[in-house]
Nanobody
Framework: QVQLVESGGGLVQPGGSLKLSCAAS????????MGWYRQAPGKQRESVAN???????NYVDSVKGRFTISRDNAKNTVYLQMNSLKPEDTAVYYC????????????????WGQGTQVTVSS
């Protein structure tokens, strides 16, 4: 089991910045990947950014160059630094943890945070 606690959401003007935090209940090295998803009203949930335990990262095209995912292993915490925010970034942002279980094959389990609201408006 992995418990995830998110914080850092809020209201920000276009062009502003926010930093989201996701504290995990176990070492990030024991988690295959950490990521951030978002969901706007009436829209499907989409992957925004993720990072593997080895440090590899990837981003959805719409946030490349503006968002950065990072981690602090000592604090078991993953961050999402969001710069140059746009109104279309408005959504509930969810932290995700994926763990790998290897027996005969590798299977994965996903855990989710409660979500934090990000609103970009003038």
């Amino acid at each position: 089991q992995v418990q995830l606690v998110e914080s850092g959401g809020g209201l920000v003007q276009p062009g502003g910045s926010l930093k989201l935090s996701c504290a995990a209940s176990r070492s990030l090295f024991s988690i295959d990947a950490m990521g951030w998803y978002r969901q706007a009203p009436g829209k499907q949930r989409e992957s925004v950014a993720n990072m593997t335990s080895g440090g590899s990262t990837n981003y959805v095209d719409s946030v490349k160059g503006r968002f950065t995912i990072s981690r602090d292993n000592a604090k078991n915490t993953v961050y999402l630094q969001m710069n140059s925010l746009k109104p279309e970034d408005t959504a509930v942002y969810y932290c995700n943890a994926r763990t790998a279980v290897v027996v005969l094959t590798t299977t994965y389990e996903d855990y989710w945070g409660q979500g934090t609201q990000v609103t970009v408006s003038s």
